[in-house]
């Protein structure tokens, strides 16, 4: 299927579930490049493995239970993937890995320090190249800053930044030492994206990259 055919397709769901820009088409197109970045560093990759695993990138916050109901939500991008030709089993694991790769279900699966992952056989690195794109997302300050805007409309600049940055202190800036990253090709990207969020939080900016760091 063609980019601008998916892109459409996230664009009317985010209309439909009221998601924010945090959570909307320029993330979706963020976390699909770093995905396909990350996909670069793999060896043989197939060409099916590499279409899960940029699917699931770019659709996974349109099934997420912040803003929908997520069995409906993955109905219907099932239905979508099939009627593009996307095989079944192709969009079973899209839809099986954009509904088990969200940071607070596996924060609560997992047994204390111990991060426990689902199994999703052959499809498990696909599962993790859009889990690993996802969680590099999160270091944009600016999303999680409008996010809390969204959340907490009447709240002030001053708060909103005290909770962003107390967010990053107790979780962003954890993933690598916590083990949430840990794909060669991601924790390269770590170090550039790690210091533009402490440059963003110096001077208070909300600079949205619109290329990858």
């Known amino acids: 299927m063609e980019q601008d055919e998916l892109f459409r397709f996230i664009e009317s769901m985010c209309k439909r579930q009221s998601i924010d820009e945090s959570h909307g088409l320029k993330h979706a197109k963020g ?19 590499r279409t899960v695993s940029l699917l699931a990138a770019a659709l996974h ?15 219907e991008i ?9 095989s079944e089993e192709m969009a079973k694991a899209v839809i099986d890995i954009i509904t ?17 992952f689902p199994d999703h056989g052959r499809w498990q ?3 993790h190249v859009a889990r690993h794109a996802d969680l590099l ?16 409309p009447t709240k002030t600049d001053d708060e909103h930044w005290l909770t962003v940055r107390t967010l990053f202190d107790v979780r962003v800036f ?19 994206l790690e210091a533009e969020a402490r440059r963003c939080f110096e001077m208070r900016s909300l600079a949205w990259p619109d290329i990858l760091i």
């Open 100 to 116: 088990t790769m969200s940071y607070s279900k596996l924060k609560a699966a997992s047994e204390g320090s111990k991060l426990v």
């Open 31 to 49: 976390t699909m490049m770093r995905a396909e970045k990350l996909l670069l560093e793999l060896s043989n990759v197939t060409e099916n493995e």
């Open 61 to 75: 916050d349109c099934c997420d239970r912040k803003y929908c109901v997520v069995s409906e939500a993955a109905e």
């Open 78 to 86: 099932k239905g979508w993937l099939l009627e593009r030709r996307v």
């Open 125 to 127: 690195r696909a599962y």
């Open 174 to 192: 954890n993933y690598v030492k916590e083990g949430w990253i840990t794909m060669p090709g991601a924790l390269a990207m770590v170090p550039a």
């Open 137 to 152: 997302e999160a270091y944009i300050v600016a999303r999680c800053f409008l996010y809390n805007k969204e959340l907490h």
